[in-house]
């Protein structure tokens, strides 16, 4: 058979949504019943691996892969693995896969973080050292200058913007209602 005549016999199949042509991969196709067994398989085999390992939030990509698919071309598997992720049945942060709403810290690092955030929001515009914040929350000074750049990096586009609001006042969200011709950054 040609590639037009497969094309043209799983065209309704698609239209049909009973099979899925998988983007990036020219004529490759996937049965939409086993493409939902292997979303299935990977949530369950990210619970369990998560379930598993003290800490962890999610699964290696490669691991869940060849558990997933243990004898495909790895090109294969990482269309799959986009499908999957489009899908919205896993998100991939670096090289792990994580559960949709398990994108943030682990229990005891996202204990510790609230602990660090709680520390600089109560100093305000007087912000105390890492060492500081270390002592008061009792952890190691470097794991304490690690969590607070994550959250300084995870919150770096809300704070600009929030920053900014309060800054500029009315001109940051609408600067023709002042006359002034004074700039505003922050």
Same mark, same amino acid.
């Given at each position: 058979?040609?590639?037009?005549?497969?094309?043209?016999?799983?065209?309704?199949?698609? *239209?049909?949504?009973?099979?899925?042509?998988?983007?990036?991969?020219?004529?490759?196709?996937?049965?939409?019943?086993?493409?939902?067994?292997?979303?299935?398989?990977?949530?369950?085999?990210?619970?369990?691996?998560?379930?598993?390992?003290?800490?962890?939030?999610?699964?290696?990509?490669?691991?869940?892969?060849?558990?997933?698919?243990?004898?495909?071309?790895?090109?294969?598997?990482?269309?799959? %693995?986009?499908?999957?992720?489009?899908?919205?049945?896993?998100?991939?942060?670096?090289?792990?896969?994580?559960?949709?709403?398990? %994108?943030?810290?682990?229990?005891?690092?996202?204990?510790?973080?609230?602990?660090? *955030?709680? *520390?600089?929001?109560?100093?305000?515009?007087?912000?105390?050292?890492?060492?500081?914040?270390?002592?008061?929350?009792?952890?190691?000074?470097?794991?304490?200058?690690?969590?607070?750049?994550?959250?300084?990096?995870?919150?770096?586009?809300?704070?600009?913007?929030?920053?900014?609001?309060?800054?500029?006042?009315?001109?940051?969200?609408?600067?023709?209602?002042?006359?002034?011709?004074?700039?505003?950054?922050?």
């Amino acid at each position: 058979m040609s590639r037009e005549e497969i094309r043209s016999g799983l065209s309704g199949l698609i *239209a049909d949504g009973r099979v899925l042509a998988l983007r990036r991969s020219p004529d490759r196709y996937l049965a939409k019943a086993s493409f939902d067994r292997l979303a299935e398989a990977a949530r369950e085999a990210i619970r369990q691996y998560t379930s598993q390992a003290a800490g962890a939030i999610g699964a290696p990509r490669g691991t869940l892969l060849a558990r997933l698919l243990p004898k495909a071309d790895p090109r294969w598997a990482e269309v799959i %693995e986009g499908a999957l992720v489009a899908r919205g049945t896993y998100i991939v942060v670096g090289e792990e896969a994580r559960l949709p709403g398990r %994108e943030d810290l682990a229990g005891a690092d996202r204990d510790l973080s609230e602990k660090i *955030a709680h *520390a600089f929001a109560r100093r305000g515009l007087d912000p105390p050292s890492i060492g500081d914040v270390a002592a008061e929350v009792g952890h190691k000074q470097k794991v304490v200058e690690g969590l607070a750049g994550y959250l300084a990096a995870g919150s770096s586009r809300e704070t600009r913007s929030t920053a900014s609001s309060r800054a500029c006042g009315p001109r940051a969200r609408n600067p023709s209602t002042s006359g002034s011709s004074r700039r505003c950054s922050v």
